[in-house]
Nanobody, 120 residues
């Protein structure tokens, strides 16, 4: 019954910007840490950014200074603002969250992914 729905992906030119959203819904009691991961074809899924429930963030070195993760606990929404995009940023981006359900069961949840393509 818990879902993470991602949106905002698309095609953008190098140097452009894109903002991804991830909305959590369902029988949720609370949400702990959340994060963004990405996976390029033939590559493993790597952490892009993580953010605690209090808003503390950590970023992969490759995106530091260009990407910004944020969240609103009231709306249960996670964002990733991506600026100065590079072709190497091309990947499927996945939202992740540690969620405690109303049944007090804590699990790791993933969105279905949204494609980001950076190309001329």
């Amino acid at each position: 019954q818990v879902q993470l729905v991602e949106s905002g992906g698309g095609l953008v030119q190098p140097g452009g910007s894109l903002r991804l959203s991830c909305a959590a819904s369902g029988s949720i009691f609370s949400i702990g840490a959340m994060g963004w991961y990405r996976q390029a074809p033939g590559k493993q899924r790597d952490l892009v950014a993580e953010i605690t429930s209090g808003g503390s963030t950590n970023y992969a070195d490759s995106v530091k200074g260009r990407f910004t993760a944020s969240r609103d606990n009231a709306s249960r929404t996670l964002w990733l603002q991506m600026n100065s995009l590079k072709p190497v940023d091309t990947a499927v981006y996945y939202c992740n969250a540690q969620i405690t359900t109303r049944a007090l069961w804590r699990d790791d949840y993933w969105g279905q992914g949204t494609q980001v393509t950076v190309s001329s």
